[in-house]
């Protein structure tokens, strides 16, 4: 076990690119394992290693298993790191606790791995747990050895091992592993033993099916790089199929974005037939799609912008939202030039509902123009109104209304120079 472990680490190259690694070790037989590899090979693999555990305070025995990982890492001189977890008690919850405890120690103490015990046992396992939940089959691909996590990687050096295979080593058994209250442990202790009668290589099979997912998902990257996934017309131009798994594909890009089957069909939906479309989907996260292109963002809510009004007051040079204005004073090669009665209060804000504004004698809704214009989202968002004695004049970078442009011959006026931000 121990020879085929280095091997494996180093033809994988797992850490090649890490110094300081964490270990994050239960005191099951799994994670006691990794612990006495990585101890053993540290010098070879060029690493110095760290350890992180987590009480869950959900049985007695947790104490005894604290106490000696604590031991075990002060005889041997590596810093051990222990958090304990509150509240109430799920294994979603206790999951996420983990991993918010681990990034927290890799940040403050500068390590680049977290490194964690799944191995092959674990995988077919989880690849059964998300056949069942009705998962997407890019999903079936399992646990990847190598991901990103927090500040560097999340490593699973043992995901080709089977449990068989580890070593009998003094670790703690965990006998809430039985409780058939979790899912986990009703397909390791009664679904699989059970499937496993009826197909002997049914862990093999799981492993197999995952490793073609990926090979699958990893042609079809391949085979469509050169689609540029966000310009809508090249992606209206695939077939349905194609579309289906591009869209997939681009949603890998936010891995704690957890999409249902339902509002995945959603977002495929608004892309194949919306036009200017701004969706919430859900964690922050913003659908965007004007004419040319689409977007999955967090954007900055509405009050994180410049939302009041500005009153023009004097002849100076000032910004404003994403653009610069000068009133009277020209700008260097401005973007816009807009007239204005003189001596009145001009005021610059963002636009309303029921705004309008005079073109072609007509006064037209300033959604409307926007729809008529295809104007994307984000800059209807950004929209500056200019507006005098409650009448809109133009729009900044847009279109200027008929008034601006009657008042441009006449002696006494007020101009005023846009120009967008550099």
Known sequence: MEEKFLKVAQKSHFFDKHEAVLIAVSGGKDSMNLLHLLYHYQDILGIRIGVAHVNHQQRQEALVEEAYIKEWTHKRGLPC???????????EAARRMRYHFFAEVMEKHQY???????????????????LIRGSRLAHLVGMKPVQPFARGELIRPLLSF?????????????????????????????????????????????????????????????????????????F??????????????????????????EQFQQILGILETKANYQHYLKEGYYLIKDYQTFAITKIQPKTDRQEEQYVIESEDAFQYGQFIFSLNVPLDQPD????????????????????????????????????????????????VVIEQAGKIYGIANMVASDLSKSIKNDIIKATLYIKMKA
């Open 236 to 261: 209206q131009a695939q077939t349905a199929a194609v579309r289906y798994f591009l869209l997939q594909q681009y949603l890998e890009e936010f891995p704690e974005l957890h999409l249902t089957r």
């Open 81 to 91: 790191y222990v958090s304990y977890f509150k509240g109430r008690f799920s294994e």
């Open 336 to 383: 816009q030039v807009l007239y204005l009665q003189a001596k009145q209060p001009i005021i610059l804000r963002r636009r309303k509902a029921g705004d309008s504004i005079l073109l072609h004698s007509v006064n037209k809704k300033i959604r409307r123009y926007f729809i008529d214009q295809k104007i994307p989202q984000i800059l209807r968002d950004e929209a």
């Open 112 to 130: 680049t791995a977290l490194v964690t015990a799944h191995h092959a046992d674990d995988q077919a396992e989880t690849i059964l747990m998300r």
């Open 162 to 234: 089977r449990k068989n295979e580890l070593m009998d080593i003094t670790h703690f058994e965990d006998e809430s592993n039985d409780s058939p209250a979790y899912f986990r442990n009703r397909i390791r202790n009664d679904y699989l033993p059970l499937l496993t009668n009826e197909n002997p290589q049914l862990v093999s099979a799981l492993l197999h099916l995952g490793k073609e997912s990926d090979y699958l998902h990893q042609a079809f990257r391949e085979l469509t790089s050169h689609i540029d996934i966000q310009n809508l017309s090249e």
